[in-house]
């Protein structure tokens, strides 16, 4: 499966984005997906992922009612919607699929976009 993510930009704290990770292929309903990120000399860490049905869903502390992650499999698409940024949320952003049901590891993940850069300014 390829993903391309888009929906990133610049933004004021306290503002909203919402990413979209298109997927290619057929099989996209099958993955369990999820969205990384990695801030300027940072390790890559996970924010959250979703269950291939939509029914699970799971997220980093940092993060946790303050975003949402959804997906339409009908659309091939991932999303994840992010409210009440704050600067420390500046980052690029990474949609992945994982074929294994994995959820928080990106090790586990075997399927990476190429990245949208997600600026929140002070």
């Known amino acids: 499966v390829q993903l391309q993510a888009s929906g990133g930009g610049l933004v004021q704290a306290g503002g909203s984005l919402r990413l979209s990770c298109a997927a290619s292929?057929?099989?996209?309903?099958?993955?369990?997906m999820g969205w990384f990120r990695q801030a300027p000399g940072k390790e890559r860490e996970f924010v959250t992922a979703?269950?291939?049905?939509?029914?699970?869903?799971y997220y980093a502390g940092s993060v946790k009612g303050r975003f949402t992650i959804s997906r339409d499999n009908a659309k091939n698409t991932l999303y994840l919607q992010m409210n009440s940024l704050k600067p420390e949320d500046t980052a690029v952003y990474y949609c992945a699929a994982s074929p294994s049901g994995s959820y928080y590891r990106d090790n586990e993940y075997n399927y990476w976009g190429q990245g949208t850069q997600v600026t929140v300014s002070s």
């Open positions: 979703i269950s291939w049905s939509g029914g699970s869903t």
């Open positions: 292929g057929r099989r996209f309903s099958t993955y369990s």
